[in-house]
């Protein structure tokens, strides 16, 4: 297996080492694709330079921009924004790839397992439970997510975006088609995703492809008022107290 690992960045860049540092051993290639233009037309260069200086550091391979389309859709700009990478690595003669966004982390460990067990099956889309996390990196959700997020899926000639045609709830904007998919048991690996954990939230909010779904749905104000025990109604789970397992390091950011 040759593991073509794809980061997707417009904001959070605060929690994009330490998600690379963690994969980094076990993946053959790290490639950035980062906008500097946002969704929503918002400008910020912040995540840009973060990737080139980790570039510099020998963590990133290669950094590419992407400019979003307009009068395009959130959604079909972060589609073709993740395809078009994806396509980048199939050309450079990789078999395989993972999409991961900033604040995505895995255990060491566990990657290394799921990835063994992924080489060893016959199935070309591999999918994996998430754990998500509000406000601080040691709050997290009473349940774990309710959608898988796609792993490990091969290269094959006639990949293709399915959106929300796939057979199980995953973001659209991820998925591919898939002659068989496995689902890494929990046990095994769980993604710890730090959704809603950033210097800066409000950045995050505004210009989120599914920015629309946020309005009225009170996550800003859950967000401020959030403590152990709290109700995020967006996400429809309470606030648990966890642990900083990847010793994460931000501000309880602003909503601005």
């Excluded at 566990?110 to 990196?137: L, T």
């Excluded at 492809?209 to 967006?234: H, K, M, P, Q």
């Excluded at 429809?236 to 900083?244: D, P, S, V, Y």
Aim: net charge negative; glycine share 8%.
């Amino acid at each position: 297996m040759r593991l073509f690992a794809i980061y997707s960045v417009f904001e959070g860049e605060e929690l994009l080492e330490g998600s690379i540092a963690q994969v980094r051993p076990l993946v053959d290639f790290v490639f950035c694709s980062v906008q500097t233009v946002s969704y929503s037309g918002e400008v910020y260069e912040g995540a840009l330079e973060k990737c080139h200086q980790l570039k510099r550091r020998g963590l990133v391979d290669q950094v590419a921009t992407y400019t979003p389309q307009e009068n395009t859709r959130g959604q079909l700009n972060e589609l073709r924004k993740r395809f078009g990478a994806i396509q980048l690595g199939f050309k450079a003669g990789f078999t395989h790839f993972i999409q991961i966004d900033c604040d995505e982390y895995f255990v060491p460990e566990q990657f290394a397992a799921a990835k063994e067990f992924v080489a060893s099956g016959d199935a070309d889309v591999s999918i994996i439970y998430s754990q998500m996390y509000f406000k601080r990196p040691d709050w997290e959700l009473d349940d774990i997510d309710d959608a898988f997020f796609p792993f490990i899926c091969a290269y094959k000639p006639d990949l293709a975006c399915v959106g929300s045609n796939f057979p199980y709830k995953c973001d659209p904007t991820r998925t591919v088609n898939a002659n068989k998919i496995s689902i890494v048991p929990r046990e095994m690996l769980l993604q710890h995703h730090y959704s809603w954990v950033r210097n800066d939230i409000g950045r995050k909010f505004r210009n989120h492809s599914c920015y629309g779904t946020f309005l009225g749905t009170g996550i800003l104000e859950d967000y401020n008022a959030a403590r152990v025990g709290s109700y995020v109604r967006l996400l429809e789970r309470h606030i648990q107290q966890g642990k900083n397992q990847f010793d994460i390091r931000v501000q309880e950011g602003s909503t601005d």
